[in-house]
């Protein structure tokens, strides 16, 4: 039991740091190619490597099981606009020099997550949460009364969108790759229309001829699908708890990458702001693993 739980300690370390830092340096150092395209290789490429590691898996079953559920393909195409929309976002923050609004929305997306699970599935709210959801309310308030130009919205869509689309996904609880497959192939063909437009007014850096820059878009797709799978596995092996604990590894080195390594702007007013955060996901935190 201890190694199974070392293991899980490990792989969702791996992930949670996968999605901070190496996503991080790789999304930003491929972003002169536009957003919009960057976007279209991350869709693309991802649905690319789910269909070889639901192949390589043996899937395929669990696959036509899950979409002949007329539940499933409504949930699932919503949560396919979600998940789309997420990337978009977080690609877009990447690109234009808004990672630390981007680590904002991911740290207080699991509070957000907890409010989520009170609404909808009745789970018991205790003292210490509800002050944890006061205080994230609270400090998004200060940016909107204070300066809205300062408001990071970035973040804001990035949390929602991440915090609803687990919320989607828990309510059909199915395989966590296949689904994000499914998803995927929803997107494609919204995305391929894209790509064409871009290909024929010549504005696509992908390109056979550069075959060097093309083999490193293809990378989108496991730096997508990779940390994933990291992450989910840790969560099989040692729960929700801990797991919720070790994402916060994910904000913090974005946030250390944005402010330190890419020199982006921080004010004042978000500096109180995000202190405010900190103060509520120590508060989160510090509940979560006296209750687990």
Not at 22 to 42: A, T
Not at 43 to 54: D, F
Not at 79 to 96: C, D, E, H, K, R
Not at 164 to 190: A, Q
Request: hydrophobic share 55%; proline share 3%; net charge positive.
């Amino acid at each position: 039991m201890n190694d199974q739980f070392n293991k899980g300690l490990i792989l969702t370390s791996l992930g949670s740091f996968w999605w901070g830092f190496i996503g991080v340096i790789y999304f930003e150092y491929v972003s002169f190619i536009g957003h919009v395209e960057l976007v279209v290789h991350r869709c693309v490429w991802t649905a690319v490597m789910l269909i070889l590691t639901t192949t390589f898996f043996s899937k395929w079953k669990i696959f036509f099981e899950i979409i002949l559920i007329k539940k499933n393909l409504i949930a699932l195409f919503i949560s396919g606009l979600l998940i789309f929309i997420n990337w978009a976002i977080w690609i877009y923050a990447v690109a234009t020099e808004r990672i630390i609004d981007a680590s904002f929305g991911y740290f207080i997306m699991p509070i957000i997550s907890v409010m989520l699970g009170y609404i909808f599935f009745n789970e018991k709210l205790n003292k210490k949460r509800i002050f944890s959801i006061f205080l994230v309310t609270f400090s998004i308030l200060i940016l909107i009364l204070f300066n809205l130009k300062s408001l990071p919205w970035v973040g804001l869509i990035v949390a929602f969108s991440w915090a609803f689309y687990n919320l989607v996904r828990k309510k059909i609880n199915i395989d966590t790759d296949v689904g994000l497959l499914i998803e995927s192939l929803y997107i494609l063909p919204f995305i391929l229309v894209i790509f064409y437009l871009i290909t024929i007014k010549g504005f696509n850096d992908f390109s056979l001829s550069n075959p060097g820059l093309s083999l490193l878009l293809i990378l989108a797709g496991p730096m997508t699908v990779i940390p994933l799978f990291l992450y989910v596995r840790g969560v099989e092996l040692i729960g929700l708890g801990p797991t919720g604990m070790i994402f916060y590894i994910t904000p913090t080195l974005q946030f250390i990458l944005g402010y330190f390594y890419y020199n982006e702007e921080f004010s004042l007013l978000k500096f109180v702001s995000f202190i405010i955060i900190w103060i509520a996901v120590i508060i989160y935190l510090k509940d979560l693993y006296e209750t687990n």
